[in-house]
Protein backbone atom coordinates (compact mmCIF):
# COMPACT_ATOMS: atom_id res chain seq x y z
CA UNK A 1 0.00 0.00 0.00
CA UNK A 2 1.42 3.52 -0.87
CA UNK A 3 -0.23 7.01 0.55
CA UNK A 4 -0.67 9.66 -1.67
CA UNK A 5 -1.12 13.16 -1.17
CA UNK A 6 -2.31 15.47 -4.11
CA UNK A 7 -1.49 19.38 -4.12
CA UNK A 8 -1.68 22.02 -6.21
CA UNK A 9 -4.77 22.92 -6.82
CA UNK A 10 -6.89 26.16 -6.73
CA UNK A 11 -9.10 28.78 -8.68
CA UNK A 12 -8.12 29.65 -12.01
CA UNK A 13 -9.71 32.08 -14.54
CA UNK A 14 -10.63 29.85 -18.38
CA UNK A 15 -7.64 29.65 -20.24
CA UNK A 16 -5.14 29.37 -17.61
CA UNK A 17 -2.92 26.84 -15.90
CA UNK A 18 -2.27 24.88 -13.28
CA UNK A 19 -0.09 22.01 -11.63
CA UNK A 20 -1.24 19.20 -9.82
CA UNK A 21 1.22 16.96 -7.70
CA UNK A 22 0.93 13.85 -6.28
CA UNK A 23 3.67 12.51 -3.95
CA UNK A 24 3.62 8.84 -2.60
CA UNK A 25 5.31 7.19 0.52
CA UNK A 26 5.38 3.87 1.50
CA UNK A 27 5.87 1.90 -1.50
CA UNK A 28 8.16 1.37 -4.40
CA UNK A 29 7.05 4.14 -6.62
CA UNK A 30 8.48 3.04 -9.71
CA UNK A 31 6.37 -0.36 -9.60
CA UNK A 32 3.22 1.47 -9.28
CA UNK A 33 0.62 2.39 -11.97
CA UNK A 34 -0.92 5.82 -11.54
CA UNK A 35 -3.53 7.72 -12.58
CA UNK A 36 -5.57 10.41 -12.37
CA UNK A 37 -9.48 11.19 -11.73
CA UNK A 38 -11.73 14.07 -11.12
CA UNK A 39 -15.16 14.25 -9.66
CA UNK A 40 -17.59 17.32 -10.56
CA UNK A 41 -20.22 18.51 -7.91
CA UNK A 42 -23.56 15.84 -8.44
CA UNK A 43 -21.48 13.98 -10.93
CA UNK A 44 -19.18 10.71 -10.69
CA UNK A 45 -15.36 10.24 -10.53
CA UNK A 46 -14.16 10.23 -13.84
CA UNK A 47 -10.61 9.19 -15.75
CA UNK A 48 -8.26 11.89 -16.84
CA UNK A 49 -4.82 10.38 -17.54
CA UNK A 50 -2.98 7.09 -17.02
CA UNK A 51 0.69 7.12 -16.92
CA UNK A 52 3.03 3.59 -17.08
CA UNK A 53 5.86 2.56 -14.68
CA UNK A 54 8.69 4.28 -16.98
CA UNK A 55 6.06 7.09 -17.80
CA UNK A 56 6.84 7.01 -21.50
CA UNK A 57 3.31 5.78 -22.14
CA UNK A 58 0.29 7.98 -21.28
CA UNK A 59 -3.36 8.22 -21.74
CA UNK A 60 -5.70 10.71 -21.73
CA UNK A 61 -10.01 11.34 -21.66
CA UNK A 62 -11.11 12.49 -24.90
CA UNK A 63 -12.40 15.48 -23.08
CA UNK A 64 -8.36 16.96 -21.63
CA UNK A 65 -6.29 15.25 -24.73
CA UNK A 66 -4.25 18.11 -26.13
CA UNK A 67 -4.32 20.58 -23.41
CA UNK A 68 -3.18 18.33 -19.99
CA UNK A 69 -0.22 16.25 -19.45
CA UNK A 70 0.85 13.51 -17.15
CA UNK A 71 4.08 13.27 -16.11
CA UNK A 72 5.96 11.25 -13.25
CA UNK A 73 9.59 11.57 -11.87
CA UNK A 74 10.31 8.39 -10.02
CA UNK A 75 13.44 9.16 -8.52
CA UNK A 76 10.76 12.14 -6.50
CA UNK A 77 8.04 9.49 -6.13
CA UNK A 78 6.06 12.18 -7.87
CA UNK A 79 3.12 12.29 -10.65
CA UNK A 80 2.17 15.40 -12.07
CA UNK A 81 -0.93 16.54 -14.38
CA UNK A 82 -0.19 19.95 -16.20
CA UNK A 83 -2.89 21.29 -17.14
CA UNK A 84 -3.16 24.06 -19.65
CA UNK A 85 -5.86 25.92 -21.54
CA UNK A 86 -8.59 25.19 -18.74
CA UNK A 87 -12.12 25.04 -19.08
CA UNK A 88 -15.48 25.77 -16.92
CA UNK A 89 -16.00 22.11 -17.42
CA UNK A 90 -12.86 21.33 -15.41
CA UNK A 91 -14.14 22.29 -12.28
CA UNK A 92 -13.75 19.15 -10.15
CA UNK A 93 -11.80 17.32 -7.18
CA UNK A 94 -8.84 15.68 -9.00
CA UNK A 95 -7.58 12.29 -7.25
CA UNK A 96 -4.47 10.76 -7.93
CA UNK A 97 -4.32 6.96 -8.31
CA UNK A 98 -2.11 4.07 -7.70
CA UNK A 99 -2.26 0.49 -8.57
CA UNK A 100 1.02 -2.17 -7.59
CA UNK A 101 1.35 -3.74 -10.83
CA UNK A 102 5.07 -4.40 -10.90
CA UNK A 103 5.04 -7.18 -13.56
CA UNK A 104 3.16 -4.91 -15.96
CA UNK A 105 5.70 -3.18 -17.94
CA UNK A 106 4.10 -0.81 -20.65
CA UNK A 107 0.06 -1.48 -19.79
CA UNK A 108 -2.20 1.54 -18.75
CA UNK A 109 -5.47 1.44 -16.49
CA UNK A 110 -7.73 3.83 -16.89
CA UNK A 111 -10.72 2.01 -15.25
CA UNK A 112 -11.58 3.66 -11.60
CA UNK A 113 -11.91 0.21 -10.15
CA UNK A 114 -8.19 -0.48 -11.35
CA UNK A 115 -6.63 1.14 -8.64
CA UNK A 116 -5.94 0.58 -5.28
CA UNK A 117 -4.71 3.51 -3.61
CA UNK A 118 -6.08 7.22 -3.82
CA UNK A 119 -4.83 10.64 -2.34
CA UNK A 120 -7.05 13.00 -0.60
CA UNK A 121 -8.25 15.00 -3.66
CA UNK A 122 -7.09 18.46 -4.51
CA UNK A 123 -10.36 21.01 -5.75
CA UNK A 124 -9.57 22.99 -9.08
CA UNK A 125 -12.02 25.73 -9.56
CA UNK A 126 -12.10 27.72 -13.28
CA UNK A 127 -14.16 30.65 -13.62
CA UNK A 128 -15.56 31.26 -17.15
Known amino acids: QVQLVDSGGGLVQAGGSLRLSCVAS????????MGWFRQAPGKEREFVAAITLSGRVTTYADSVKGRFTISRDNAKNVVYLQMNSLKFEDTAVYYC?????????????????????WGQGTQVTVSS
Open 97 to 117: AARYSPAMIGLLFTGENDYND
Open 26 to 33: GGSFSRYN
